[in-house]
């Protein structure tokens, strides 16, 4: 912002009663005043005339246009602080506004727009912005799904940023992420990663599956029983017919 001073001719009069009479100037976009000065709206640029009479002469006029900036800077709206579900249409953010000054917001990727709720602020003459309104709500994933064999453990909702992980029965184990988070691609939302799958184990054979299924080990252990046993009864059988040839005789 510039300013510039035009103290004009002084008369006799101004010069015997001490007094000099300035006009600022200031280029900017809003109203800046000095406190018991009058003001004039000329487009952009805003003239202030005050008295110095009761003040030192000597003091450089561009201190008077730095009071008149700091005055008027303070009788404005700091910039609105950032949101997490929104931001300002079209990425405007200045450091000050005026009074009175209305923006709009628009909901984040990731999040949908709650019809019927306003998405303005207005800095109000506190010099503070108007609350903004929760207007936008996170998009959903969906249902993720579960694996065959298993289960989804939904930690707390759905919606955009949230986690779910998944678990597997008894007997089976879990080939994939076992856990997946709602994340942004492009304008949607979407699990991050696919749904694993639960594969049977191989390790750990219960004892009922041993008995279902037996062995090489078990099969050989019965060849062999049966082995021995016809043996013995060959035995048995070659004997009796030894002795009853030996008692024929």
Known sequence: MKG???GGKKGKKDLAEGRSNISFFISGDSMFSYPGSTPYSHGILESIEFD???MMSSWDPRVFVLFSLLYGVKARCRKPKSSKFAELKGGERKHFYRIGTTLTYICRPGYNSIPGISQLI???ESRTWSALPVFCERKSCGHPGKPKYGDVVILTDL????KVTFTCEKGYKLIGSPSTKCVLKGDRVEWEAKLP???RSTEGTTEETVKKKPGVKNIAAIIVGLSLGALIL???IILALF???KHLR
Do not use: D, E, W
């Open 4 to 6: 510039r001073a035009n």
């Open 52 to 54: 110095i009479s009761s």
């Open 122 to 124: 207005t800095c109000l």
């Open 159 to 162: 919606l955009y940023t949230a």
């Open 197 to 199: 799958q639960c594969q």
């Open 234 to 236: 060959a035995i048995v």
């Open 243 to 245: 002795f009853l040839l």
